[in-house]
RNA sequence: GCAGGUGUAGUGUAGUCUGGUCUAGCACGAGAGCCCUCCAAGCUUUCAACCCGGGUCCAAAUCCCGGCACCUGCACCA
């Protein structure tokens, strides 16, 4: 079993996600986040979210049904349908776009009909088997949702386009200044032909976007800290590494504020417990950026020997409000005196691919054989586990008190009292919950617990449960500082 | 979407080739209990599966067809 196998197999079992409507046989590319998986992608969101509101983010949340105009102007409508040639000989399928242009012809066909009739004039021949190619179908890989047949509706590809159609109403929330940073969490829509990898590609996936909005006329003045070094790998096959500072500095990284928010998601990335050494910058190569982009570096993360992409920062241009200016009418330029359209950075992230990043990077195994996830405190579902020493002589009642008392306090709390407390500590360590609470005799005669911490397995006795019971959050308790400090 | 492979309790698997004591075995798991003063110990006991549909046959987990799902490769990945 591969090291993905194996942590795809613990979500599985422990409850962090479950392939979705499983009793009618399921449907590809559709997960569900399970219990446990539920509270650490809302975890995730949380850190996301509170990184993203220290730099003075705005945040907004639009619908995933879309009206076509939409996109139409971001180009989705355009760029986002491929077509498709099938030969009917060997029955290879082609993206036909790209048929045409290794033939030289450097069309790209506005519908089916035309596309046959360029394939059939060129003899364009399948580049397997040499049979000729005679016909084309539209693939859009965008969702359409039926409605009263008049108005056509989507499934939104990304959160962007919410944000970019409220730009005027955001630069006015905003006090009409930029930079303005607005940041969008939800779902995104894609119809993968060929989902794989668990909730590494799906067709219903979580998202967090970023839009930077800036003033072309100005320097928005963000500009990285000599944080963590990187490896970046430039789209000329050029690998650099060296903190963000440095990047943008000897030209590597093309403007300030690409570099600066490169270095806050990579700040994220590190906060959510995701290795280091498995991650990487990569920067597009011309011929795969997306439509509406003209620079692009992707954070990637190392599952087993693939490259991952989980965050692409996307510089937008002027694409989208320009776009959406034309088309809807409304005048959506900035500043009075001299009317200019915003250009845009787009950090976006892969919620899901970040989980999955974090899972494996924090997957380990004991010399016992057994499996922890280190996950940090504030990212794995629970932070907390009371637990008895046996279940008789009224422990299991003593602890079942604690346990309602700490929970009151410190909600990411579990209680588990069956089979040994060796089997016990083992279960918490396999959902990554950090620090668990014994209950033994002492507790009974002299009311204090032993705290273990997962990672070391070490553990500081006669702890008062006064001491516990106290307000605010349990991670801030001065008494796992004693446990840190014993640990290491 | 194409080609090949695979599909057995919650998880991982045996059995499939060669149809028949398979009323489907094992391990982990989960539940109940016993024992136990700290890292999945042991004991008793329970729960739980042949992906779905059709066909062949006296008889199908096993063979055939269709569907669905998963894996690998190709293509795709805004």
Redesign the pocket.
Known sequence: ??N??EV???C??R?FF??SF?I???????YDYAPLGSILKENVYRIWMEEYMKIGAIAFDSPVITPEPVFKAS??IQ??A?L?T?CDQ??????TE?LLADKGVNIVPENEKEAVEILVKNKVRCP?CGNLLNNASK?N?MFQVSSNGIEKLYLR??T?QGIFTNFKLLLTYNRGKLPMIVIQRGK?F?N???????II?QRE?N?AEVEVFIDPLENPGFMPDAGEEIPLLRNNQEEYSGNLLNAYKTGVVGTSEHAYFMEITLKIALRLGIDKKKMRFRQHRKD??????SDCWDLEFLLDS?WI?MV?ISDRGQFDVKNHQELSGQNLNYGENEPRIPRVLEP?Y?IDRMIMAILTSTYMK?E????VLSMPPEVSPYILAILP????DGLSEKAQELFTAMRALEPRTLF?D??????????Q??IGTPY?I?????TLSKDI??I??RDS???I?DIPIKSLLVSGHFMENPILKLLNANSS
């Open positions: 079993m591969s993905f196998d795809v197999e613990i599985k079992r409850g479950w392939p499983q009618y046989g399921g449907s590809a590319g559709l180009g989705h760029r986002f491929d498709a099938v060997c029955k290879s399928s082609y993206k790209s397997k693939f890989l590809p990304e962007a995104g894609r993968e032909i060929s989902p794989r990898q668990a590609r996936f998202m795969e950026l997306a439509h509406y982009s693939d992409e692409g976006a892969g004991r016992s054989g057994y499996k020493l046996q279940k008789k588990d069956s089979g040994s407390i060796g089997r016990r500590y083992s279960r360590d396999e668990c014994t209950v033994d005799y002492d617990v032993t273990r911490e397995q070490k553990q006795k």
